[in-house]
């Protein structure tokens, strides 16, 4: 089973306005992070914003939030006021705490793309 | 945010040779490196651990013979395509993880290299 689920291949979105990517997850770890992820057509990975599975608010980055539903296994990722330099394809990641061996699962990924 | 260097950031290579890439974490020392393979439009496919002093771990179905990674120091790990044909024709990609690997840990990701084989 998918451990990281993204929905959306991809996605348009109005330069200027808010966008939101769908990221739902499956663990049983009760100790686990949330990650997300954006690569440019250049391909170099930028972390974006993370979220515990122990933090009661919402991480939140300049632009980025993320919309965590614990009870729901979501970890959204909004984009406010979007620009034409976020055109790029975003991951969700999640690391489980418990035995871990630091390594990320990452979904399918969510092009992205802003028109002006 | 931390620095990871990758190097080359493209190759071309004839088909039977053998072709290292590199990958140093530039501002913080990094136990534990990670190397991905990436076909376009899709995910990242992880390739193997790479632990600092030790044999590095492989996922499932690579070939550690083929995909040879060296972890010398808290800064540099090495992924040498041993006899790289076409089909090992990717983007490779290397993170180190900030980090022991807590949950919260992230991982930084080199600028990958595109690895070409004729």
């Known amino acids: 089973a998918q451990k990281i689920t993204q929905t959306q291949p991809g996605m348009f979105v109005q330069e200027k306005e808010a966008v939101t990517l769908d990221c739902t997850y499956d663990?049983?770890?009760?100790?686990?992070?949330l990650f997300w992820y954006k690569q440019p057509s250049s391909g170099e990975m930028i972390f974006l914003i993370y979220q515990g599975s122990y933090d009661q608010q919402n991480a939140t980055e300049g632009r980025y939030s993320l919309n965590f539903q614990k009870a729901r296994k979501s970890a959204n990722l909004v984009i406010s006021a979007s620009q034409l330099g976020d055109s790029a394809m975003y991951f969700c990641a999640m690391r489980e705490g418990l035995g871990n061996t630091g390594k990320l699962i990452f979904g399918q990924g969510t092009t992205l793309q802003v028109k002006p | 945010g931390a620095v990871v260097s990758q190097h080359p950031s493209w190759v071309i290579c004839k088909s039977g040779t053998s072709v290292k890439i590199e990958c140093r974490s530039l501002d913080f020392q990094a136990t534990t490196m990670f190397w991905y393979r990436q076909f376009p439009k899709q995910s990242l496919m992880l390739m193997a651990t790479s632990n600092e002093g030790s044999k590095a771990t492989y996922e499932q179905g690579v070939e550690k013979d083929k995909f040879l990674i060296n972890h010398a120091s808290l800064t540099l790990s090495t992924l040498t395509v041993t006899s790289a044909h076409p089909e090992d024709s990717s983007f490779y990609i290397c993170?180190?993880?900030?980090?022991?690997?807590?949950?919260?840990?992230?991982?930084?990701f080199g600028p990958g290299t595109r690895l070409t084989v004729l």
């Open positions: 993170s180190a993880l900030q980090g022991a690997g807590g949950a919260a840990d992230t991982q930084y």
């Open positions: 663990t049983s770890d009760p100790s686990y992070g």
